[in-house]
Antibody
């Protein structure tokens, strides 16, 4: 089964940009949609947005003005950039794979282990 | 946005007994073109990412024990664990993937009584 791994800084200052990368191994990024999902400490799951292998994106309206997701198929990686962060953006950030090939509206059958990002000065 | 509401928030069940978790969506999650329910269930244990248990409301993901079953259609869904095992202690989430923004229930914390 495909494996995902998030990487990036664990601490970001308020008003700065949070940048994370998800590396896909054991399979190709091609053919699927890839999402970012976060979980504030002790809270539930929040879908942030997705990108297709061809670069189509869809973002949660609550974050659309601050969020960019990009893909690098040559490296089997996709990335998240969240600008102007505040302490409310402190969360575990997960990357996840859609279970349906070629379909955006899909559940997630593979998840990274998650990376905790703390927004604090 | 489709709002997903789970009940109860917390549940304590004895080992070997049945556990039932409910999920209600604010609008139908059936896609008219294929009549499928765009509803998944996940299990999350402490310190781990969520694990998909069910998709299409009632299709068990590969490797998921058959004591887990999903049912329901339209706006009302249920996840049932027929005989609770110690390793089933976790938080369970329902999730609609019919329309973006994709949304999750608030979670149900399942414990051993």
């Amino acid at each position: 089964q495909v494996q995902l791994r998030e990487s990036g800084p664990g601490l970001v200052k308020p008003s700065e940009t949070l940048s994370l990368t998800c590396t896909v191994s054991g399979g190709s990024i091609t053919g699927y949609y890839w999402s970012w999902i976060r979980q504030a400490p002790g809270k539930g799951l929040e879908w942030l947005g997705y990108i297709s292998y061809s670069g189509s994106t869809n973002y949660s309206p609550s974050l659309r003005s601050r969020l960019t997701i990009s893909v690098d198929t040559s490296k089997d990686q996709f990335s998240l950039k969240l600008t102007s962060v505040t302490p409310a953006d402190t969360a575990i950030y997960y990357c996840a794979k859609a279970f349906r090939s070629g379909a955006a509206n899909s559940g997630f059958d593979s998840w990274g282990q998650g990376t905790l990002v703390t927004v604090s000065s | 946005d489709i709002v997903m509401t789970q009940s109860p928030d917390s549940l304590a069940v004895s080992l070997g007994e049945r556990a039932t978790i409910n999920c209600k969506s604010s609008q139908s999650v059936i896609y008219s073109s294929n009549n499928k329910n765009y509803l998944a269930w996940y299990q999350q244990k402490p310190g781990q990412p969520p694990r998909m248990l069910m998709y299409w409301a009632s299709t068990r993901e590969s490797g998921v024990p058959d004591r887990f079953s999903g049912s329901g259609s339209g706006t009302d869904f249920t996840l049932t664990i027929s005989s609770l095992q110690a390793e089933d202690v976790a938080v369970y989430y329902c999730h609609q993937y019919l329309s973006a923004p994709y949304t999750f229930g608030q979670g149900t914390n399942l414990e051993i009584k």
